[in-house]
């Protein structure tokens, strides 16, 4: 029995996180279109891939529609630095509402599996710990994290809507305490 390579589409690919998962991918024999619009993340974490038949690179801001053949979405895409995501809170609810809406209806259109990178920050100022599924948060909505907190709140509500009702086979992964050290 002959494997099929998998088509995925990685959004926020050339970020921290996006392009781990590239590598990833890339290296199991996988074909990987990556979306970026270099708000946050680099061309330099993806460059190796440049070229290489199975990769494909495309500029592109996913608050936008795009139009791919893909067999899974990967969809991280997102500034997840305070510093990034306060700078500008009504474009970071815009690429987290938009951008999870849009992939959306992309998965539902090509049948296609979608992974949301969502955050440990859904449960806000959290009066539980550890936290478990059930515990729904302690999050303000007004703050001045709100735009990032309440945006992924509402993206993991939109994939269980998309779920429900166009039978979209959705994965949501809460991220907790994801950081690097660069050596300089």
Same mark, same amino acid.
């Given at each position: 029995?002959?494997?099929?390579?998998?088509?995925?589409?990685?959004?926020?690919?050339? +970020?921290?996180?996006?392009?781990?998962?590239?590598?990833? /991918? !890339?290296?199991?024999?996988? %074909?990987?279109?990556?979306?970026?619009?270099?708000?946050?993340?680099?061309?330099?974490?993806?460059?190796?891939?440049?070229?290489?038949?199975?990769?494909?690179?495309i500029r592109h801001d996913i608050t936008v529609p795009i139009q791919v053949e893909v067999d899974q979405i990967w969809h991280l895409a997102c500034p997840a630095s305070p510093i990034h995501y306060q700078s500008n809170p009504i474009k970071t609810a815009k690429t987290i509402f938009l951008g999870t809406f849009n992939m959306? +209806?992309?998965?539902?259109?090509?049948?296609?599996?979608? /992974? !949301?990178?969502?955050?440990? %920050?859904v449960y806000g100022d959290?009066?539980?710990?550890?936290q478990s599924e059930d515990y729904w948060g302690n999050v303000n909505p007004i703050g001045i994290r709100s735009c990032y907190d309440e945006g992924k709140r509402l993206a993991e509500a939109l994939c269980v809507d998309?779920?429900?009702?166009?039978?979209?086979?959705?994965?949501?992964?809460?991220?907790?305490?994801?950081?690097?050290?660069?050596q300089g």
């Open positions: 029995m002959k494997c099929s390579i998998k088509r995925n589409l990685v959004t926020g690919g050339a +970020g921290f996180l996006g392009s781990h998962l590239v590598d990833a /991918l !890339l290296e199991n024999g996988e %074909e990987v279109i990556c979306i970026d619009n270099y708000s946050t993340g680099d061309k330099r974490n993806i460059e190796q891939w440049i070229g290489h038949k199975r990769f494909e690179l959306l +209806g992309l998965a539902r259109r090509v049948k296609a599996k979608i /992974l !949301l990178a969502s955050t440990s %920050e959290s009066l539980v710990h550890p998309y779920q429900r009702m166009h039978n979209v086979d959705i994965r949501i992964m809460r991220i907790f305490n994801t950081y690097s050290i660069t």
